[in-house]
């Protein structure tokens, strides 16, 4: 009888797409860890494979990290938001609700909340997934408060910024609660969904207000920029 106690495991061998995909998910979680100065050949070590092996896959370090920065932020972005935020057959309210919950579940993962603060420290140019924010959430919401208000649509009257920054303060809202889970690791948080909603309500009332009194007022909302 041959004794196979001391055989070695075959190795899997895996095709192309799929080490590429695992090295990439390795590196999300690895950098998320311990920020984008991480270097490779720890990173390699936590995978249990040789350095060279991931430069086999990316020209260098920067290659790697940009591909972290646009499977976290953009492969990952829903194309249906934009549909939940205007669908006419459901009133503001129900939009606002359904959005923010869905993207509340995106975004509020450990390795998304701490790449994100990691990114911005670093310098890295974040303003692919900035734009998407803005053309695709931020402004349709805006759209949704000008109407929610009675005051002129935005093809009578241009967006203002105070009115884009009121339809960003749900999301931010979102994201600082990720900060205190995944950051602060701040024990029994409530649920989020709670918070989502009492804040859509006094989103609502306050719009009701304030796009009505400073209609016209503060700066033009400009589409370029950073934020």
Known sequence: M?????ARTPRIRLKREER??????????????????????????????????IYRYFENKEALIAR???ETFLSNWNPLWEEMLTDPAKDLRQRLLTFHNDFSRVQLTRERVRLSLFFALSGWDMQPYFRL???????????GLRAHAGAP????????????D??????EKIQYYGIRKWVYALPDL??????????????????QVA??????????????RKQ
């Open 2 to 6: 041959v004794d196979r106690s001391n």
């Open 166 to 171: 009121l339809a960003k303060s749900i999301v």
């Open 190 to 207: 409530p649920p989020i969904e709670p918070l989502i909603e009492i804040s859509v309500s006094a989103l609502l009332d306050g719009a």
């Open 20 to 53: 590429e995909r695992l090295i990439v998910s390795q590196a999300i979680a690895f950098f998320s860890e311990v920020g984008l100065s991480g270097d490779t050949t720890a990173l390699a070590a936590s995978m249990g494979v040789a350095q060279p092996l």
């Open 153 to 164: 649509s935005i093809k009578s009257a241009p967006l203002r910024e105070f009115e884009v």
């Open 68 to 70: 972290v920065f646009e």
């Open 133 to 143: 924010m803005r053309n695709q959430v931020y402004v349709p919401i805006a759209e």
């Open 211 to 224: 796009v009505k009194s400073f209609q016209g007022k503060g700066r033009l909302y400009r589409h370029d």
